[in-house]
């Protein structure tokens, strides 16, 4: 019997949001565009970008919104602005506005299917980060 693999994160992604006993567990995940990007940024603070077909990592960036007060000190007021920081491999980039965000991404994505999904906060051991993942396999034994 041949192994059928499913490469699309995305198509794996719909099924097990179909059992409800898990979906409480997967993180948020869309379609990359510019407006879900816009929308995931208002949702949560850090998303990752995943090519919908890859492994091990390769294609993945992390972007983190983050927010500065700044106190201009002619007139004393303060302003918070918010900068977003784009991680990929071992580059960071840091933009100050979500368009000049998805210019820089451009030359990322090219013309590649991603998806958008929610940071989630990792386990550490020894100050490292970590993840456990889980590969599933459906044998069928033939009995005759």
Request: charged share 15%; with cysteine.
């Amino acid at each position: 019997m041949a192994i059928q693999r499913i490469s699309s994160k995305w198509a794996k992604t719909k099924v097990l949001l179909q059992n409800e006993h898990i979906t409480a567990h997967i993180p948020v995940t869309r379609k990359y565009s510019p407006d879900a990007l816009a929308s995931m940024l208002n949702e949560f603070t850090i998303v990752f970008l995943k090519p919908d077909i890859g492994t091990y990592g390769h294609g993945v960036m992390c972007i983190e919104q983050q927010t500065q007060q700044i106190l201009h000190p002619d007139d004393d007021i303060l302003t918070i602005d918010t900068i977003y920081q784009l991680r990929y491999g071992t580059e960071t980039q840091m933009f100050n506005s979500l368009m000049d965000l998805q210019l820089g991404l451009r030359p990322y994505i090219h013309n590649y299917a991603y998806l958008i999904q929610q940071g989630i906060h990792l386990l550490q051991y020894n100050n490292r980060p970590f993840d456990l993942r889980v590969l599933t396999q459906k044998c069928q034994i033939n009995n005759g």
